[in-house]
Each structure stands twice: as C-alpha cells, then as structure tokens.
C-alpha cells in the first residue's frame, strides 16, 4: 500500500460514486504510478553503485515469484477492464 494510498482512495472512491464504471482518473493512475516508482527505485539504485562495482540478485527464486505475480497482476487488470467488461468494474472482479 504504501506511497500508493492516495491514489488507490482515490479511485475507490471514484468507482462508488461512478457505479462502479471506471472513471476519467481509472485504473490508469495506479498502474502508472507502480510503473514510475519501480523505473525510478530501478534506475536510483544503478545510479548509486559506485563505478566498477556490481551487486547480484542473492535469492533469485523470490525475485523471479514476485516478477511474475506482478506481471499477472497487470494482464488481469488489462484483461478485466478492456476485454471481458471494458470500462466496468463489477464486484467479483475487484
């Protein structure tokens, strides 16, 4: 939840008062502000290591878990809000 709970509020709170019909804001908000704050942890953190230095992955098997559970997390959202009911977020879907 972190540094996203405002923006998840915010889209709550629009999905009730719209119906439950994706508002102008959407999901979209969300989606791009984990998309920004990964790029910008990701380049950060390569910017930070001193030259010559290089830093290795220790537990691979959890990196790799939460990489495709993230993925999944964003082909659901895309399959739910624009192919099975585009624009509408029903109960069992959220």
């Known amino acids: 939840l972190g540094s996203s709970a405002p923006e998840i509020l915010l889209n709550v709170i629009e999905t009730y008062s719209g119906d439950f019909f994706a ?54 959202m895309v399959f739910m809000l624009q192919i099975n009911t585009p624009d509408l977020v029903e109960r069992w879907e959220a």
Do not use: H, K, Q
């Open 23 to 76: 508002g102008e804001l959407g999901p979209s908000t969300i989606v791009g502000s984990a998309a920004f704050n990964l790029l910008m942890i990701s380049a950060v953190s390569i910017c930070a290591l001193p030259d010559g230095e290089i830093r290795r992955i220790m537990y691979l098997d959890v990196f790799i878990v939460t990489a495709l559970f993230s993925l999944f997390a964003y082909v659901w």
